[in-house]
Protein backbone atom coordinates (compact mmCIF):
# COMPACT_ATOMS: atom_id res chain seq x y z
CA UNK A 1 0.00 0.00 0.00
CA UNK A 2 1.45 3.10 -1.58
CA UNK A 3 0.33 6.74 -0.94
CA UNK A 4 2.10 9.33 -4.03
CA UNK A 5 2.12 12.52 -3.34
CA UNK A 6 3.38 15.05 -6.05
CA UNK A 7 3.32 18.70 -6.28
CA UNK A 8 5.27 20.02 -9.66
CA UNK A 9 5.25 21.96 -12.73
CA UNK A 10 5.58 19.67 -14.57
CA UNK A 11 2.88 18.31 -17.31
CA UNK A 12 0.69 15.49 -15.47
CA UNK A 13 0.33 11.96 -17.31
CA UNK A 14 -2.85 10.49 -16.63
CA UNK A 15 -1.32 6.89 -17.70
CA UNK A 16 1.25 7.14 -15.56
CA UNK A 17 -0.48 8.21 -12.30
CA UNK A 18 -2.87 5.25 -13.01
CA UNK A 19 0.06 2.75 -13.53
CA UNK A 20 1.23 3.77 -9.71
CA UNK A 21 -2.32 2.94 -8.56
CA UNK A 22 -2.80 -0.25 -10.48
CA UNK A 23 -2.51 -3.96 -8.98
CA UNK A 24 -3.44 -7.22 -10.06
CA UNK A 25 -5.36 -7.95 -6.41
CA UNK A 26 -7.39 -4.57 -6.99
CA UNK A 27 -10.53 -4.60 -9.52
CA UNK A 28 -11.13 -0.79 -9.99
CA UNK A 29 -9.16 2.55 -10.16
CA UNK A 30 -10.80 5.51 -10.06
CA UNK A 31 -9.68 8.75 -11.21
CA UNK A 32 -10.58 12.35 -10.92
CA UNK A 33 -8.87 14.41 -13.57
CA UNK A 34 -9.15 18.50 -12.96
CA UNK A 35 -10.07 19.11 -16.70
CA UNK A 36 -12.82 21.95 -18.40
CA UNK A 37 -15.60 22.63 -16.31
CA UNK A 38 -17.43 19.35 -15.50
CA UNK A 39 -13.95 17.34 -14.35
CA UNK A 40 -11.36 19.94 -13.66
CA UNK A 41 -8.98 20.91 -16.23
CA UNK A 42 -8.10 24.67 -17.26
CA UNK A 43 -11.20 25.98 -18.57
CA UNK A 44 -10.94 28.78 -20.94
CA UNK A 45 -13.76 31.24 -19.72
CA UNK A 46 -15.19 32.68 -16.00
CA UNK A 47 -17.66 34.79 -15.27
CA UNK A 48 -17.89 36.42 -19.19
CA UNK A 49 -14.03 36.48 -18.97
CA UNK A 50 -11.85 34.59 -21.49
CA UNK A 51 -9.11 32.91 -19.65
CA UNK A 52 -5.19 32.20 -20.96
CA UNK A 53 -4.35 30.17 -18.55
CA UNK A 54 -3.65 29.51 -14.75
CA UNK A 55 -1.19 29.51 -12.24
CA UNK A 56 -1.07 27.73 -9.09
CA UNK A 57 1.04 28.38 -6.13
CA UNK A 58 1.18 26.44 -2.80
CA UNK A 59 3.08 26.66 0.30
CA UNK A 60 4.81 23.05 -0.60
CA UNK A 61 5.54 21.84 2.80
CA UNK A 62 2.23 22.19 4.12
CA UNK A 63 0.19 21.34 1.33
CA UNK A 64 2.09 18.06 1.33
CA UNK A 65 1.46 17.14 4.86
CA UNK A 66 -2.21 18.25 4.64
CA UNK A 67 -2.53 15.70 1.51
CA UNK A 68 -0.91 13.18 3.57
CA UNK A 69 -3.53 13.66 6.42
CA UNK A 70 -6.54 13.36 3.63
CA UNK A 71 -4.64 10.03 2.56
CA UNK A 72 -4.56 9.00 6.35
CA UNK A 73 -8.54 9.50 6.64
CA UNK A 74 -8.57 7.73 3.13
CA UNK A 75 -6.97 4.73 4.58
CA UNK A 76 -9.43 4.65 7.75
CA UNK A 77 -12.36 4.98 6.32
CA UNK A 78 -12.32 2.55 3.31
CA UNK A 79 -10.31 -0.49 1.78
CA UNK A 80 -8.50 0.74 -0.49
CA UNK A 81 -4.56 -0.07 -1.78
CA UNK A 82 -3.21 2.76 -3.28
CA UNK A 83 -3.87 6.73 -3.73
CA UNK A 84 -1.98 9.24 -5.71
CA UNK A 85 -2.34 13.01 -5.30
CA UNK A 86 -0.91 14.55 -8.35
CA UNK A 87 -1.29 18.57 -8.63
CA UNK A 88 0.04 21.45 -11.59
CA UNK A 89 1.78 24.29 -9.53
CA UNK A 90 3.49 26.94 -11.75
CA UNK A 91 1.53 28.14 -15.54
CA UNK A 92 -1.19 25.83 -16.44
CA UNK A 93 -2.23 26.14 -20.21
CA UNK A 94 -5.89 25.87 -20.63
CA UNK A 95 -7.16 22.57 -21.62
CA UNK A 96 -3.78 21.39 -19.80
CA UNK A 97 -4.67 19.04 -16.65
CA UNK A 98 -4.50 20.59 -13.28
CA UNK A 99 -4.85 17.99 -10.86
CA UNK A 100 -5.09 14.19 -10.80
CA UNK A 101 -6.66 11.51 -8.09
CA UNK A 102 -6.00 8.05 -8.15
CA UNK A 103 -7.52 5.25 -5.91
CA UNK A 104 -7.05 1.61 -6.23
CA UNK A 105 -9.69 -0.79 -4.46
CA UNK A 106 -10.80 -4.59 -4.50
CA UNK A 107 -13.94 -3.07 -4.93
CA UNK A 108 -15.19 0.01 -6.97
CA UNK A 109 -17.43 1.10 -4.48
CA UNK A 110 -14.21 1.90 -2.03
CA UNK A 111 -12.52 3.77 -4.57
CA UNK A 112 -15.27 5.74 -5.94
CA UNK A 113 -16.37 7.12 -2.62
CA UNK A 114 -12.53 7.69 -1.82
CA UNK A 115 -11.75 9.72 -4.69
CA UNK A 116 -14.88 11.66 -4.19
CA UNK A 117 -13.76 12.57 -0.80
CA UNK A 118 -10.43 13.26 -1.69
CA UNK A 119 -10.69 16.29 -4.53
CA UNK A 120 -13.32 17.46 -1.91
CA UNK A 121 -10.89 17.52 0.87
CA UNK A 122 -8.06 18.79 -1.42
CA UNK A 123 -10.18 21.66 -2.40
CA UNK A 124 -11.34 22.85 1.14
CA UNK A 125 -8.14 22.35 3.04
CA UNK A 126 -4.85 22.24 0.70
CA UNK A 127 -3.27 25.55 0.80
CA UNK A 128 -2.76 25.54 -3.30
CA UNK A 129 -3.79 29.25 -4.61
CA UNK A 130 -5.20 29.74 -8.01
CA UNK A 131 -4.53 33.08 -9.99
CA UNK A 132 -6.78 33.35 -13.26
CA UNK A 133 -4.90 35.39 -16.13
CA UNK A 134 -7.63 36.49 -19.01
CA UNK A 135 -7.05 37.05 -22.70
CA UNK A 136 -8.35 40.62 -23.18
CA UNK A 137 -6.81 42.49 -20.80
CA UNK A 138 -3.94 40.48 -19.67
CA UNK A 139 -5.07 41.12 -16.37
CA UNK A 140 -5.03 38.59 -13.02
CA UNK A 141 -7.32 37.82 -10.23
CA UNK A 142 -6.66 35.24 -7.57
CA UNK A 143 -9.24 33.16 -7.17
CA UNK A 144 -10.62 31.56 -3.88
CA UNK A 145 -12.51 27.92 -3.64
CA UNK A 146 -16.01 28.46 -2.13
CA UNK A 147 -15.57 25.05 -0.48
CA UNK A 148 -11.96 26.22 0.75
CA UNK A 149 -12.10 25.72 4.83
CA UNK A 150 -10.65 28.86 5.98
CA UNK A 151 -13.26 31.08 4.32
CA UNK A 152 -15.59 29.34 6.58
CA UNK A 153 -13.29 29.47 9.75
CA UNK A 154 -10.31 28.86 10.63
CA UNK A 155 -10.34 25.23 11.69
CA UNK A 156 -10.27 22.92 9.04
CA UNK A 157 -13.12 20.02 9.07
CA UNK A 158 -13.52 17.07 7.43
CA UNK A 159 -16.99 14.16 7.27
CA UNK A 160 -14.80 11.78 8.62
CA UNK A 161 -12.46 11.87 11.10
CA UNK A 162 -8.98 10.25 11.92
CA UNK A 163 -9.52 6.55 13.96
Known amino acids: M ?23 DCGAVSLFIGFSCNVGTTRDNFEGKQVAKLEYEAYTPMAEAEIAKICEIIRNKWRVKHVAVFHRLGVVPVMDISVVVAVSSEHRSDSLEAVNFAINALKSSVPIWKKEIYCESGEAEWKENRECSWRRSSSVSYPYKVL
Open 2 to 24: ADHIILTSDKLIVEEITNLVSSP
